[in-house]
């Protein structure tokens, strides 16, 4: 009898938002991946020409609303930034991280995401994290495949 494999992906999302007067704050939470997320994984893979560009970017917003596998973009996005990647040979794990450095992405963020050209894979709301302009906020997504 043959075994039968399923590809799954889950994500999750840690924010760290480091203040002026050293007072550190994390975030962790869940993440959706989105529809245009699992149509640029099944391209990435399957295609031999016009593949997509990769998701090298993490961006933030101030939206709220909630995630809906549809959504293309951020609701009210503020800023996003060139992402590095890591994944371990042999693992299956990987994660996309980058940080919101002093006067970058200043506001009431609420929402992030891992984007590039081709639109964006994930997204997550979570409770307002107030990024001052002297603060810095780190970004890591952690997708594990099982």
């Not at 399923?6 to 760290?16: A, C, D, N, P, R």
Request: charged share 25%; with cysteine.
């Amino acid at each position: 009898m043959e075994e039968k494999q399923e590809l799954k992906v889950h994500g999750s999302f840690v924010g760290v938002l480091r203040k002026e007067d050293g007072t550190v704050t994390t975030t962790r939470k869940d993440n959706m991946i989105l529809d245009c997320g699992y149509d640029f994984i099944a391209d990435a893979i399957g295609k031999t020409s016009d593949r997509p560009e990769a998701m090298s970017s993490i961006a933030v917003g101030t939206s709220n609303l909630a995630v809906s596998g549809e959504q293309k973009d951020l609701y009210n996005r503020l800023l996003a930034k060139e992402a590095t990647y890591r994944h371990v040979k042999g693992t299956k794990v990987f994660n996309i991280s980058t940080k919101f450095e002093k006067g970058e992405a200043t506001g009431a963020i609420q929402e992030a995401c891992v984007c590039g050209h081709a639109g964006l894979l994930d997204r997550v709301v979570f409770p307002v994290v107030n990024k001052g302009e002297n603060d810095t906020y780190e970004v890591t997504f952690t997708f594990t495949m099982s």
